[in-house]
């Protein structure tokens, strides 16, 4: 065997031998960045269906829709529509707002491949009336705890005093 193809041998197995982990390693890490970040989408996702018509937001919610922008960013119409959702939370309810919110989901569905679900079953959302008779209830005693802080100047704090058990007579003790 010659020299030259005895050498280029000796260095093609160091190289199988060396980039063989190398390269498994890297197709590791990229199949692993490729299922979080795939999972970190389905949570977020899954997090805004669970409450996508909720009474109020809540601070889980507002925390996913905050992380839209770096969740979805290599989805350019999820984060327009995020944008535009964005704006229009600032105006009172209305047809372009829920309309919005709709397509937003219906984009984040598409992306994750939920294709079977539509715009109707998107907007199906369930609340039990004692959930809103509770927020109903909270709203109704904060404010007036409210009212009654705002025209009080201040409350005279007491230490009750306990009855005793015995029968306490008025009458002075006989001698």
Known sequence: MPKELYLLQIAANFLAIFLGPVTAVCITLWAQSRKDKKAAKRHLFLTLMSERKALIISRQVAA??????VVFAD????????HKYYTLLALPFGQEKEHTWLELLAAMASDLQYSNLKQTDLDKFYTPQGHADELEYQREASAEWLRVLKNTQRFLVEKKVEESTEKVSSEPPSK
Not at 64 to 69: A, M, P, Q, V
């Open 64 to 69: 996913s829709l905050n992380t839209i922008d």
């Open 75 to 82: 989805n350019r119409q999820v984060v327009d529509l995020w």
